[in-house]
C-alpha cells in the first residue's frame, strides 16, 4: 500500500523533470528567432535605403526638358591621313676627335658643351719635336738637291768632253785618209823609182800611226761615254734620294700641321675627357672630345605597316607632310623631310623605321631628345567631316547625336575613317549638311529636346 501511495508523487516529480527539460530548450529557439528577425530588419532597411538613393540618383530627366548643347555642321572635304609616332632625334653625325701624332696638350681653344665651327683651332699639342724633324727634312732635302746639281754639272762636263773628243776623232780620221792616199801614191813612185825605199816606208808609217790614232780616239770616246752614263745614274740616284727627301719634308709638314687639331664639322661638343698638360697619344682609344652636328638633325620614327603603300606613293609624289611637335604642343612644330625609308618591316613590331632630317636652325631639336611626329598623306577622296569632339563611344561603336527639325536629337553609328587633332572623316553614317551635337552629349538620349547655344553658321538656335 505503500507502494501505491508513492506512485502519483513519483509521476508527478517526471512530469515535473519534463517541464523543466522543454522549458529550458525552448528559450535558445526563442532567442535565435529573435535574432534573425531583428537581423532581417536591419538588412530590408539597408536595402530599402540604398534602393531608394539608386533610384534617387538614376531618375531619368523628363523628356520635355530642353538641353543645351553646342553643334556643327557636318562637312564634305578631304582630310588628309595622319599618323602620329613618337620620334627620337638623334645627331646628324658625330665626330670623336682623336690625336694623329703624339705630345703633351699645351692648349685647349673651346669651352665645354660649346658650338664650334669647322676648322676652328680646338687643341695644341706640343709642336717643337715635329718642327724639329721638318727642319732636318728640310736640310736633307737642300743637300740631296745640290748633289744632284753637282751630278748634272759632271755630267755636261762630261758630255763637252766627249764632243771634244769626237772632234779629235774626226780630224785623225781626216788624216788617216790623206795618209793613206800618200801612201798609195809613194808606192807608184816606188815602183817607178822615182822615191827612195826609205821615203816610202816613212809615208807608210805616217799611215800606221794615222790607223792606230784613230782606233785609241775610239777608245777615249768609248770611255767617255761610259763616264756620261755614270754620271746620268748619279743623277738618277741624286733625284731619287731627292723625291724621298721631298716626301720625308711633306711628312714632317703633315705631323707638324697634326699638332693643331682643328673641328672636322660644325656642331656642339662634348664634355673634355684629357685635360691641358696631359701626354696624349696617337690614334688612342679615347678621343679628346666629341662633336655632334645638330645643324641639320635627325629625328627617327616608325609607322605601322598598314601604311606603307600610302607612305611610299608620297614620297614618290612628293606630297608626304612631316612635323615634329616639341612637347608635344601644336605651337611649336617645326618642318622636316623625309630621308629615309627602311628596306624591311620589322616582324616583331609590324612597323616600318623611317628618318626625316630638319634644318633645326633655332637649334630647339636636341640630340636624345622625344618629339611627337605627325606624318601627313593627302587623302584619296572628299569625306564627310565632324568636329572629333562629336564623337560618342557606345556599345555598338562610334556613333554621333545629330540634331533633328524638331529640335530633339538622334543617336547615328558612323564608321571613323581617320581623325586627326580637331576633325574626324566618317565613311558612313551621316551626311554633309546634317548638325551634330559638339558640346553636352553627357546629358542626352534619343529624343531628347535640345537648345543650340552655339556652333551653326546661320546661327539659328531655338
Known amino acids: 500500500m505503500k507502494d501505491l501511495q508513492e506512485l502519483p508523487e513519483m509521476a508527478e516529480l517526471a512530469y515535473t523533470d519534463e517541464s523543466e527539460k522543454l522549458e529550458r530548450e525552448k528559450k535558445p529557439s526563442i532567442l535565435r528567432f529573435l535574432l534573425l528577425f531583428l537581423l532581417g530588419g536591419v538588412l530590408l532597411a539597408g536595402l530599402w535605403y540604398f534602393t531608394g538613393s539608386t533610384k534617387k540618383a538614376k531618375a531619368p530627366e523628363p523628356r520635355d526638358k530642353t538641353i543645351p548643347v553646342t553643334v556643327a555642321v557636318a562637312q564634305e572635304e578631304s582630310v588628309p591621313i595622319e599618323i602620329r609616332s613618337i620620334g627620337n632625334v638623334l645627331a646628324y653625325s658625330v665626330v670623336n676627335v682623336v690625336p694623329q701624332v703624339s705630345g703633351q696638350l699645351k692648349h685647349v681653344y673651346f669651352k665645354q658643351g660649346a658650338f664650334v665651327k669647322q676648322g676652328e683651332p680646338l687643341f695644341q699639342i706640343d709642336p717643337s719635336p715635329y718642327q724639329a724633324s721638318l727642319e732636318q727634312a728640310e736640310g736633307n732635302l737642300a743637300r740631296d738637291r745640290a748633289t744632284v746639281q753637282q751630278a748634272e754639272a759632271a755630267l755636261a762636263k762630261d758630255m763637252a768632253h766627249i764632243g771634244e773628243m769626237e772632234a779629235m776623232l774626226g780630224k785623225d780620221r781626216a788624216q788617216a785618209v790623206f795618209a793613206e792616199r800618200q801612201d798609195q801614191r809613194y808606192k807608184v813612185l816606188l815602183s817607178q823609182g822615182a822615191v827612195s825605199l826609205e821615203q816610202h816606208d816613212q809615208v807608210d808609217t805616217n799611215l800606221a800611226v794615222a790607223k792606230a790614232t784613230i782606233q785609241a780616239d775610239i777608245k777615249q770616246v768609248e770611255n767617255?761615254?761610259?763616264?756620261?752614263?755614270?754620271?746620268?745614274?748619279?743623277?738618277?740616284?741624286a733625284r731619287g734620294q731627292t723625291q724621298a727627301d721631298e716626301a720625308m719634308v711633306h711628312t714632317a709638314q703633315i705631323q707638324l700641321g697634326w699638332t693643331t687639331i682643328r673641328s672636322p664639322i660644325n656642331g656642339k661638343t662634348s664634355s673634355l675627357n684629357v685635360y691641358e698638360g696631359n701626354v696624349v697619344t696617337a690614334q688612342s682609344n679615347q678621343p679628346l672630345v666629341s662633336i655632334a652636328q645638330v645643324k641639320p638633325i635627325y629625328v627617327t620614327f616608325?609607322?605601322?605597316?598598314?601604311?606603307?603603300?600610302?607612305?611610299?606613293?608620297?614620297?614618290?609624289?612628293?606630297?608626304?607632310?612631316?612635323?615634329?611637335?616639341?612637347?608635344?604642343?601644336?605651337?611649336?612644330?617645326?618642318?622636316?623631310?623625309?630621308?629615309?625609308?627602311?628596306?624591311?618591316?620589322?616582324?616583331?613590331?609590324?612597323?616600318?623605321?623611317?628618318?626625316?632630317?630638319?634644318?633645326?636652325?633655332?637649334g630647339r631639336l636636341f640630340p636624345g631628345q622625344f618629339?611627337?611626329?605627325?606624318?601627313?598623306?593627302?587623302?584619296?577622296?572628299?569625306?564627310?567631316?565632324?568636329?572629333?569632339?562629336a564623337l560618342q563611344t557606345t556599345q555598338q561603336g562610334t556613333a554621333v547625336f545629330v540634331v533633328q527639325e524638331d529640335k530633339t536629337v538622334r543617336l547615328a553609328p558612323v564608321q571613323l575613317q581617320r581623325s586627326s587633332a580637331s576633325t574626324a572623316a566618317l565613311g558612313k553614317g551621316i551626311k554633309a549638311g546634317e548638325i551634330v551635337v559638339t558640346d553636352g552629349q553627357l546629358q542626352l538620349a534619343p529624343g531628347t529636346k535640345v537648345r543650340v547655344v552655339q556652333g551653326v553658321k546661320d546661327g539659328s538656335g531655338d
Do not use: C, H, W
Not at 605601322?304 to 608635344?328: F, H, M, S, W
Not at 612644330?333 to 627602311?342: M, P, R, T
Not at 611627337?372 to 598623306?377: A, E, G, L, N, P
Open 224 to 237: 767617255a761615254k761610259s763616264v756620261l752614263e755614270a754620271d746620268k745614274a748619279a743623277i738618277r740616284t
Open 302 to 362: 616608325t609607322v605601322p605597316e598598314q601604311y606603307l603603300d600610302q607612305v611610299r606613293q608620297a614620297l614618290k609624289n612628293k606630297t608626304l607632310k612631316l612635323e615634329a611637335n616639341i612637347e608635344g604642343v601644336k605651337e611649336n612644330a617645326v618642318i622636316g623631310d623625309v630621308s629615309f625609308l627602311e628596306n624591311t618591316v620589322n616582324t616583331s613590331t609590324g612597323t616600318v623605321t623611317m628618318r626625316a632630317t630638319f634644318a633645326n636652325e633655332d
Open 371 to 389: 618629339v611627337d611626329v605627325v606624318v601627313s598623306i593627302p587623302a584619296p577622296e572628299a569625306s564627310v567631316v565632324v568636329p572629333s569632339t
